[in-house]
């Protein structure tokens, strides 16, 4: 182990001393795993060959594709290996760099919020703060607490009118995932500036409480020095950060979720041993039983997903859940012809445990809770370019309206 405390210890100054880091000739394969074995010889290559392997799908089960990404002096072992194993593989981005480079114009962050570039959490932020003065009466910020690095963890509360069911919805607990925060940033503007007679007659049904980055620290880092960065940045052992994803107290650590502190998919020391997941599952407690909806937003794949996580737990409602599901994905096409998959976590992507929206429906007791893995299907990942974030909120909203349109049929009879 100490071999690799100070491995790991030297790779961080090296990396803190070029900051940020960067990405020249990354090449991200997508492997296909047919057995067993192949997993597990996945996951062992991984681990011996920790800064130079990263995860962007896991390889958790056999005949579910992984896309790894794998840094220049390691590309020709590492194809190697796939050939001796007999796993296929395909390259899915050549050189993650150029994407990176591509995803920040030079005037990044400049000019007015919109929805043409990503923005920094500063940026979000000081929106967020803009919002109540624009909207007076029906827009309030609103703090379910602060991160490790005590980064507030903000969102807004939009409210027509008193005693209407709440709708949660949770933005980038996964820091690199970027276009969560765009998204979730374009609801709030839609909700709140839209004409459209549909969109209102729904909206104005719901409460709204709204967080587009429930990892302020990671997200910051991800801008600031490791654009790849998922976890939380609290120091565990000899690295930092745990999967926010992997934190929350239902089945936490029971299948799909890592005890290694240095794997991107750790599940922390103990259930909510993360400030910000602490923090929010305080607040979305605070909320009592009004709290009816609950959606949360990732990226990639393309995937529309209910709990649970676990494949021995089925939700209590889960047809109620598939047929809404299904619905929403044809709502979501029906804009730009982007095809979703849907079904519940542990069926449509795999067992995974610990995570948020497995609590809020298992613990909270919350009935209709959604998952979205956003665009796009590996071609970019997480490196979506920012022409893509209006078309990708758009068709999402339709999925959103569609679910709070079946909500309300549901809840009002
Ligand atoms: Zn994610």
Not at 178 to 199: H, M, Y
Not at 257 to 278: I, L, M
Not at 366 to 378: A, I, M, N, Q, S
Request: with cysteine; aromatic share 12%.
């Amino acid at each position: 182990m100490l071999w690799r405390v100070a491995l790991l210890t030297l790779a961080a100054l090296l990396l803190t001393a070029g900051k940020p880091r960067h990405f020249d000739s990354h090449t991200v394969y997508r492997v296909l795993p047919t057995k067993e074995l192949h997993v597990q010889f996945l996951n062992e290559f991984a681990d011996e060959h920790l800064h130079d392997i990263l995860f962007w799908e896991d390889a958790n089960v056999a005949n579910k594709s992984a896309d790894v990404m794998v840094t220049p002096r390691m590309q020709s072992s590492f194809v190697k290996a796939l050939k001796e194993k007999s796993i296929t593989y395909s390259v899915f981005i050549e050189d993650v760099q150029k994407l990176i480079d591509k995803q920040l114009p030079d005037n990044v962050s400049m000019g007015p919020f919109g929805w043409d570039v990503y923005h920094t959490l500063h940026d979000v932020h000081a929106w967020l703060n803009s919002l109540p003065a624009s909207y007076p009466g029906i827009v309030t910020t609103v703090r379910a607490g602060f991160s490790f690095e005590r980064l507030e963890i903000l969102g807004v509360k939009i409210s027509y009118g008193t005693g209407r069911p709440i709708a949660v919805i949770e933005g980038t607990i996964h820091a690199r995932e970027w276009i969560s925060t765009a998204s979730v940033t374009w609801f709030i503007n839609e909700i709140l500036s839209s004409t459209d007679a549909r969109v209102r007659s729904i909206i104005d049904q719901f409460d709204f409480y709204i967080f587009p980055v429930t990892n302020p620290d990671g997200y910051e880092y991800s801008w600031t020095d490791d654009r790849m960065w998922r976890k939380t940045r609290r120091p565990n052992g000899p690295c930092f950060g745990t999967d926010g994803n992997r934190n929350w107290d239902h089945r936490w650590s029971e299948g799909g979720a890592s005890s290694d502190q240095c794997r991107e998919d750790y599940a922390g020391p103990k259930a909510f041993s993360e400030c910000e997941t602490k923090a929010m599952s305080e607040f979305l407690t605070s909320l009592g039983s009004d709290l009816q909806v609950y959606l949360s937003f990732h990226n990639y794949r393309q995937l529309l997903i209910y709990p649970y996580g676990s494949s021995h737990e089925v939700a209590d409602n889960a047809a109620e859940l598939h047929k809404m599901a299904e619905k929403a994905v044809k709502a979501l096409e029906s804009r730009y012809g982007t095809h979703y998959g849907f079904g519940s976590v542990a069926d449509a992507i795999y067992p995974a445990t610990g995570g948020s929206i497995d609590w809020v429906k298992g613990k909270l007791g919350v009935p209709y809770v959604f998952l979205w893995e956003l665009r796009d299907k590996g071609q970019y990942g997480f490196l979506l370019p920012p022409d893509q974030i209006i078309p990708t909120s758009e068709e999402t909203f339709y999925s959103v309206l569609s679910i709070l349109e079946d909500v309300w049929d549901a809840l009002r009879c």
